[in-house]
């Protein structure tokens, strides 16, 4: 099993991993990471090769929540079934990370988009997509996910001045890092590789047309279309493409790419919200209530500092508005919890 263990470090298997799986460890059971997640059946990576799998009867019938599936990136716990290429999902591994969105509907429901992503690379463009508070609604997602966030400035060679954007960037939260990039002429590209690295896993958060396309396929070179499908026979023994949503980079890292990254909203916005505001979390506690919105209170000390030019109009603006989404957001999930009661 030495080299098929050698096979999975590719797609970051580690002494974590392995710990995480000894409680699992048994004769005929093997873990695996998802490279392609249906709503029923999805594709594993192990060390010996790609499976099709399914989650056991046990494990759907223990599992009751969405978010209690596996996802693509997710490390499972899988069975072979007698053929060989098909196989049962029998454990979800702890999950180090993961990016969740509420599911449409009448009742709100997590469900997780993507797993175990280490970076983010949120992407925005320097020319009319630069938009500081759309980055900022970024980086609470990419906390929250509990992974860490890499701003790529794309479309440099379309600006004069892209070094200004760059700056105003690293403005917003300190320590930030920023990459000034142009997936058409290849400025930064030498510079984003050091920030891969073999057996990590990332994914790209930015608007549609930004340039994600060209920047995965750029840091793909000509491996991606080789990497990104696998043929496989089917039932009848036909090969058949399927395409994958975790795709090996030359150098070592992975990339996450799915319809459900491209389309997330807000979920739990809790942890991320604090630290990407923090300058008016500071003010905050200078407010005469406790529990002021920084909306109408009197003696609110985060307007007052607007109101001296202290702290930018845009930043309570930005503020405010994702603190109305996530009432939003809180007040359907509470919704749900009384539907449950009844
Ligand atoms: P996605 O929707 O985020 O995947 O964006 P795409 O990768 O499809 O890019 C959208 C358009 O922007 C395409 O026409 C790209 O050629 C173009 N584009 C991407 N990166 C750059 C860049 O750095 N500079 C310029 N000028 N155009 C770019
Ligand atoms: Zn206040």
């Not at 997640?37 to 999805?42: D, E, S």
């Amino acid at each position: 099993m030495t080299s098929g263990r050698a096979a999975l470090a590719r797609y970051g298997w580690d002494a974590g991993w392995e710990a995480a799986f000894a409680p699992f460890s048994q004769p005929g059971s093997e873990p695996g990471r998802v490279t392609l997640a249906h709503t029923h059946i999805y594709t594993v990576v192990t060390g010996d090769g790609d499976l099709l799998a399914r989650v056991s009867g046990r494990f759907r019938h223990v599992a009751r929540e969405r978010h209690e599936f596996p996802a693509v990136g997710d490390w499972v716990v899988c069975r072979r079934d007698a053929g060989g290429g098909r196989a049962q999902i029998h454990g979800l591994l702890p999950r180090r990370t993961r990016f969740s969105r509420k599911v449409a509907g009448e009742t709100t429901d997590e469900q997780v988009v993507a797993a175990n992503i280490d970076t983010i690379f949120i992407v925005m463009g320097c020319d009319v997509d630069f938009n500081l508070r759309r980055l900022e609604r970024y980086l609470v997602l990419t906390r929250d996910s509990g992974a860490s966030a890499i701003v790529l400035l794309n479309k440099a060679d379309r600006v004069p001045d892209p070094q200004a954007r760059r700056q105003a960037t690293e403005a917003l939260v300190p320590n930030l890092p920023v990459r000034l990039l142009s997936a058409k002429t290849g400025l930064g590209f030498d510079q984003l590789a050091h920030d891969l690295r073999p057996g990590q896993t990332i994914a790209l958060l930015g608007s549609s047309g930004v340039g994600k396309s060209t920047i995965i396929n750029r840091l793909a070179g000509s491996e991606i279309l080789r990497t990104a499908t696998v043929r496989e026979a089917d039932d009848r023994g036909r090969h058949t493409t399927r395409h994958r949503q975790l795709v090996l980079l030359p150098d070592g890292a992975m990339v996450i790419d799915s319809p459900g990254m491209r389309e997330l909203q807000l979920w739990d916005a809790s942890d991320g919200f604090t630290t990407t505001f923090e300058d008016i979390e500071a003010l905050a506690p200078g407010c005469r209530f406790r529990d002021c919105t920084h909306r109408s209170e009197p003696d609110c000390a985060v307007r007052q500092a607007v109101e001296r030019g202290e702290l930018p109009a845009s930043r309570l603006e930005g503020y405010l508005k994702l603190a109305d989404e996530r009432r939003h957001l809180e007040a359907r999930i509470e919704e749900k919890r009384w539907d449950k009661r009844r």
